[in-house]
């Protein structure tokens, strides 16, 4: 944590370097520029040497660097020494290392010296290519830098500007935002085009411009349920709706569910014109099958744009091309060099099969803007949102020089490498799952149980900033996602990292009740649907008795525990039986006592409840034990009561036609030298005694009909007196 100055010390500090001599403290020349320059690049170097000893996460709040900087900027210059022990003392503090081989977040943003030497050349030159005009030769190296990438993923010869007989190319965007923006916009400007040409408009200007607003209030755009954020923001600044198709068990867009939207959207008078298909997304690196998708962009005059912004930098390797097949189908596609190609932010390529789309959506043409070459040359400033572009061609063309296609190659298979060794450690751990299949650098996983464990876990790891990782959810589980995100990772780093993560994981599970870290949770409208829930969950037998609730928190353990698990959360709840108004509640469990029949799981609910609570044993609590020798002793005496949760030797044939989860398994509570409370007393036996003679209730008859089915007496558990039964 940075240490805050007061703000007398600032305002010291602030005017010993506003007011000084002018003669004493020049504009940096480039003399200075020099000293600093090789200064800044040691430092940077033997930053990223020993990054690994950097905290990964900050541990700052926000507005820490309120207290470390002044309210106002200063008046006069100030000496770089200041600028330059604020890099330390004020900025590192409050940064994440994304260079860190600990840090696991997101995907990968690397950078590498040759890429960082470029920048510095480029931010020297400084041009601003908006046209050919502005910089020739930023212009023409963006063409060849982009056509050599697209060879090295194999794209078709119409995304190339080589290719005379196409008017495809690539062009480097900010972002893969961006991109996916740029195409939407493209997309629209065809998509109205053709409704116009088929309306017969063009040139009517009233009936045109109606005719446009019309369409554009119609469009729609589908992407998958696991597509990025950006599409969607791309459809809210474009105004166009978007529909996310439901994803398959592999995470990928289901084709017959989009197929189903679109047929659905043109019957509502809607106008489908736009897909984007994700290879490689966010959150599990899941792959959009492009040769399902593409014939039904083509059978519907769609535009088609591909999001690759993390796995097309591995399209470099053949092995890999596989998850791109149906490339030829799309009208555009993107991914990040910044991401894993060494090339640091920002850095987007992105191809179009048709330029001509692009110019129709953002030609402008100011005279200013005009040279003796437009029309011949091309002008990027047609190719983006933006007019003005910098020269980030320069940066990708001296990394793919300096490492070669083999060198990139070889980057990006240890990666995934390193990746499939994590994904080793976790499957060896028995507490973990991953619950999406493994691609390329990306990790899915998380404990099994609950989400809250997995959320606890991850909180509890970034806190401690030794590590560093970012959730996602798929269908419904909260999973941890762990990416090799650094050209620096080692096995070693891996493991120390894993070991971290086990250590957290033990700690958390630690803190949860016995049981609950492997429960997974089951909706009590779900139980109707699973043949192991009986349906006893689903009624309430008595109004006060917290069956809806707790019925499904019994349901859901299928072990030998399930009547004593169930009885400690009565106790954590502070349900108390006898709480209930009036005496009915009680009358109710001393019937049970007393009757010979196999009740149902919410009946046996109220009497563990009953007997827990008024047990006074001398731990407090009634031992749970299954087909125990105590049990059978008592049986075999006729002492056991018939009611009590019967063994698997002792169940009524009615028992055995219930579901698993109800009967199978379920504990015994050892009924030996438990009492009832005095709650329960001898006036309130008689009145029961009495009652069930002579009572016309349900209870009352189903209470005779047992005991004349059992044939045997029983005792009272109270008072000793003898039960008679028919």
Not at 42 to 58: A, F
Not at 110 to 133: E, K, Q, R
Request: a negative charge.
């Amino acid at each position: 944590m940075p240490r805050a100055r007061c703000s007398d010390e600032l305002s010291t500090m602030h005017s010993k370097t506003t007011k000084p001599n002018s003669a004493e403290l020049p504009v940096m020349d480039s003399e200075e520029y020099r000293k600093w320059g090789k200064r800044i690049v040691d430092e940077m170097s033997t930053y990223i040497t020993n990054i690994r000893e950097r905290r990964v996460l900050p541990d700052v709040k926000p507005g820490y660097m309120r207290a470390l900087v002044p309210d106002h900027a200063p008046e006069d210059p100030e000496p770089f020494t200041n600028l330059y022990s604020d890099l330390e003392d004020v900025i590192m503090p409050g940064m994440m290392h994304w260079q860190s081989p600990h840090n696991h977040a997101y995907f990968p943003a690397l950078h590498s010296y040759p890429s960082l030497l470029a920048d510095m050349v480029a931010n020297a030159i400084n041009c601003i290519g908006f046209t050919w005009a502005s910089s020739p030769a930023a212009t023409e190296l963006e063409m060849i830098v982009m056509d050599w990438l697209a060879k090295m993923i194999d794209l078709p010869e119409h995304f190339l500007h080589s290719n005379k007989e196409s008017h495809g190319g690539g062009v480097i965007q900010t972002t893969a935002s961006e991109a996916t923006f740029v195409s939407v916009l493209a997309a629209r400007t065809e998509a109205i085009g053709k409704v116009l040409v088929e309306l017969g408009v063009i040139g009517d200007q009233a009936r045109e411009e109606q005719a446009r607003y019309d369409t554009f209030s119609r469009l729609v755009a589908y992407c998958s349920n696991q597509a990025h954020s950006s599409v969607e923001k791309a459809g809210l600044i474009g105004f166009v709706r978007l529909r996310l198709v439901d994803s398959d068990e592999n995470l990928s867009m289901r084709p017959d569910e989009l197929v189903r939207l679109i047929e659905e959207d043109r019957k509502e008078g809607y106008i489908p014109f736009y897909v984007c298909a994700t290879l490689g997304t966010t959150g599990s690196c899941s792959f959009d099958n492009l040769e399902e998708i593409g014939p039904i962009c083509k059978e519907n005059d769609m535009w088609l744009h591909v999001d690759a912004a993390y796995a097309g930098a591995a399209f470099i390797c053949p092995e890999f091309r596989t998850f791109m097949r149906g490339i030829e189908w799309t009208h555009s596609i993107a991914f990040n060099p910044s991401k894993w190609l060494m090339v640091h932010f920002d850095c987007t390529a992105m191809w179009v099969k048709d330029s001509q789309a692009l110019h129709r959506s953002f030609n402008v043409d100011p005279i200013y803007l005009q040279h003796e070459n437009t029309g011949l040359a091309i002008d990027f400033m047609h190719w983006q949102v933006g007019l003005s572009k910098r020269f980030r061609a320069l940066k990708l063309w001296w990394v793919i020089r300096s490492f070669g296609v083999k060198g990139l190659q070889k980057h990006i298979r240890e990666s995934v490498r390193l990746a499939a060794k994590f994904e080793a450690f976790v499957r060896s751990d028995p507490r973990f799952e991953i619950p999406a299949v493994r691609h390329l650098g990306l990790v899915v996983f998380r404990l099994k149980g609950e989400n809250e464990l997995t959320e606890k876990l991850l909180k509890k790891m970034n806190s401690e900033g030794k590590v560093h990782c970012v959730p996602a959810s798929l269908k419904g589980k909260y999973v941890i996602r762990f990416t090799v995100t650094s050209q620096y990772t080692t096995v070693e780093d891996l493991t120390r990292d894993w070991s971290i993560i086990r250590t957290t994981a033990s700690e958390i599970l630690s803190q949860t009740p016995a049981g609950e870290e492997h429960r997974t949770r089951v909706f009590l409208k779900d139980t109707r649907k699973n043949p192991d829930f009986g349906t006893s969950l689903l009624l309430a037998n008595s109004p006060m008795s917290p069956k809806i609730v707790n019925g499904s928190f019994a349901a859901i353990f299928d072990n030998s525990d399930v009547l004593f698990e169930f009885a400690k959360k009565l106790q954590q709840l502070k349900l108390d039986v006898q709480d209930s108004p009036g005496k009915a509640m009680r009358r109710r469990i001393k019937g049970m006592l007393m009757a010979g029949k196999q009740y149902s799981l919410d009946s046996r609910m109220d009497l563990v409840t009953t007997l827990v609570s008024s047990a006074k044993t001398a731990n407090g609590m009634p031992t749970m034990r299954e087909n125990s020798m105590e049990a059978q002793e008592y049986y075999e005496r006729g002492e056991m009561l018939d009611s009590a949760v019967q063994t698997d030797d002792m169940c009524s044939p009615r028992s055995r036609r219930r579901s698993k989860s109800v009967d199978d398994g379920i504990s015994v509570p050892d009924l030996k030298g438990v009492t009832l409370d005095d709650s329960i007393n001898e006036a309130d036996l008689e009145e029961e005694c009495s009652s069930s003679s002579s009572s016309s209730s349900p209870e009352a008859e189903t209470r005779h009909s047992t005991r004349q089915m059992n044939g045997r007496s029983n005792s009272c558990h109270q008072c000793g007196a003898t039960i008679p039964t028919m």
